[in-house]
């Protein structure tokens, strides 16, 4: 699992099934307990359910071999690409020394966007992309309709984020003092150690590497959640329903909700959480056909790279 979200739709799903009972699903521990009747669902089904959901489940602990190497694998991805980076001076276009500077790179959070909406796709599946467009096919049978749920529910996201962008940006500038120009360095400094740990965090977290750091992520209010959830899937306007995904706990969107904090700067939050939202887009309105064609194993890699991309950058930060 790379997100609490995760989480919730793990449990929805076993909760829907027969059999099961006493369920609890883990994000911090990526483990899911519970009690099943072997005469009504068996516990390959079980993982079966799991799986179609786009995880890989097993009765059986991973070898801590396998564990270790994976892990020390991609820590040296991690420094030899910051490494890199750092020697032909990319990472000073990246991060600039000034938080509200305009020059910030915003490209390259629109290529974050890019690489982390794989995660959305396939964590999260689109179901509730899936559900508009599925409600306009019965209503019209119309092909543009199906676009235009698609379009709908990608600009209620892309309005959610920036909106949520510009609030941060606005509560940053007020940490450093009331002006988006003036902030001090003591306090830019500050900001931008704060922006970087939870880059970090949330790479780390999304590559799995130490569970243990999953307990330090930002949470949301649990009930609120449950509350967002509920009314996303009984809502039937596209539009609604992508508004209200930027209220939804995302390890990818987390993080650049701290960059937009951490920019002190309403309209810099606002632009930052734009770039990332229009980075997203692309592979929701192509939901299914693009990451199908990736297949599996591929599907992953870019997951594992945006991941490892957040981590670089937050330690630029």
Excluded: W
């Excluded at 591929?298 to 670089?312: D, F, P, R, S």
């Amino acid at each position: 699992m790379t997100c609490t979200n995760c989480q919730t739709r793990i449990a929805s799903a076993l909760n829907a099934r027969s059999g099961i009972t006493e369920i609890s699903v883990s994000y911090e521990t990526d483990t899911a307990e519970f009690s099943y009747d072997p005469s009504k669902i068996s516990l390959e089904q079980i993982i079966e359910i799991i799986g179609n959901l786009g995880y890989e489940a097993s009765a059986q602990n991973i070898s801590k071999k396998k564990v270790i190497l994976n892990t020390v694998r991609e820590i040296a991805i991690i420094a030899v690409l910051f490494l890199l980076l750092q020697r032909f001076g990319i990472l000073n276009r990246l991060v600039p020394d000034s938080l509200a500077d305009s020059e910030m790179g915003y490209g390259m959070l629109f290529v974050i966007g890019l690489l982390t909406s794989v995660h959305c796709i396939a964590m999260c599946g689109g179901i509730n992309l899936s559900q508009c467009i599925q409600q306009k096919r019965t209503e019209t049978g119309n092909g543009a309709s199906v676009l235009r749920s698609a379009l709908l529910y990608n600009l209620g996201r892309v309005i959610s984020y920036t909106v949520i962008g510009a609030i941060l940006g606005f509560a940053g500038m007020l940490i450093g003092g009331g002006s988006g120009v003036g902030i001090s360095i003591f306090l830019q400094g500050i900001l931008k150690i704060i922006a970087g740990i939870f880059m970090v965090l949330m790479g780390i977290n999304m590559l799995g590497i130490f569970p243990a750091l999953r307990k330090l992520q930002i949470r949301f209010p649990r009930k609120s959640v449950i509350k967002i959830n509920q009314k996303k899937r009984t809502e039937k306007r596209p539009f609604v329903v992508g508004l209200l995904n930027g209220f939804m706990p995302c390890g990818p969107m987390q993080s650049m909700q701290i960059i937009a904090l951490g920019l002190g700067n309403p309209i810099s939050g606002a632009l930052a959480m734009l770039m990332f939202s229009l980075g997203t887009v692309p592979l929701m309105l192509g939901l299914g056909s693009l990451v199908s064609a990736l297949g599996e194993k591929y599907t992953k890699l870019v997951m594992q790279t945006g991941a490892i991309l957040v981590v670089v950058l937050g330690l630029a930060m």
